[in-house]
């Protein structure tokens, strides 16, 4: 079946600690983004990437790196520079802003700092 | 569609009635326009989309208007259910990237 899984669900970080969240998707989907969801708000969006090797920062990037080395996968890490941490995450992925086609997205990865 | 420090709008009908949503957005260059809902714990998921191009699509039971005029979406739900209990988005989708609106939270009273 064709999607966009992200891993863990559900994951714990210490504090001071770089944590990775996975996401892949099978759709040959050129673009691929983060978000990030705090209870009870919209998604803010960290960054996004329109094709592979290439990514650009979205509203709040600080504190997040990001890589997309393939163009199935586009990893998320969350450095210790990042204050506030704890939130739900989502990663989602379309064609080319280009063709007008909806984004596909995962079912979330929610990260507490503990 | 920036939605930094909000919390969602909620929005409370009854079982049956129509429901209006809408959302502002803030890219006069977005040409492409969805309605995502999100239940609790979960991806959003599409529910209707827009070119710029229209002023109106039609779904089941959903329809969705835009007016570029004063960059504003709004999307009614006829014969309102409580599966339709979620909160919606809208998203905005320029050449570059897909920005969220501030979701508005609708709850269905039986």
């Known amino acids: 079946d064709g999607g966009i899984t992200q891993s863990p669900k559900y994951l714990f970080r210490k504090e001071g600690q770089n944590v990775t969240l996975s996401c892949e998707q099978n759709l040959n989907h050129d673009a691929m983004y983060w978000y990030r969801q705090d209870p009870g708000q919209g998604l803010r969006l960290i960054y996004y990437?329109?094709?592979?090797?290439?990514?650009q920062k979205g509203d709040i990037a600080e504190g997040y790196s990001v890589s997309r080395e393939k163009k199935e996968s586009f990893p998320l890490t969350v450095t210790s520079a990042q204050k506030n941490p704890t939130a739900f995450y989502l990663c989602?992925?379309?064609?080319?802003?280009?063709?007008?086609?909806?984004?596909?997205f995962g079912q979330g990865t929610r990260l507490t700092v503990v | 569609g920036e939605s930094v420090g909000l919390h969602l709008p909620t929005l409370s009908v009854q079982e049956g009635d129509n429901s209006i949503i809408n959302c502002a957005y803030s890219?006069?260059?977005?040409?492409?326009f969805i309605w995502y809902k999100q239940e609790s714990g979960k991806g959003p998921q599409f529910i209707i989309d827009?070119?710029?191009?229209?002023d109106k699509r039609q779904g089941q039971r959903v329809t969705v208007l835009l007016n570029k005029t004063v960059k504003h979406l709004s999307l009614q739900i006829a014969a309102t259910q409580p599966g339709d209990s979620a909160v919606y988005f809208c998203a905005e989708t320029s050449l570059r990237d897909m920005r969220f609106g501030a979701g508005t939270r609708l709850t269905v009273k039986p």
């Open positions: 989602a992925s379309s064609f080319s802003p280009r063709t007008n086609t909806e984004a596909f």
């Open positions: 990437s329109q094709i592979v090797n290439d990514f």
């Open positions: 890219n006069s260059a977005s040409d492409y």
């Open positions: 827009i070119r710029s191009n229209m």
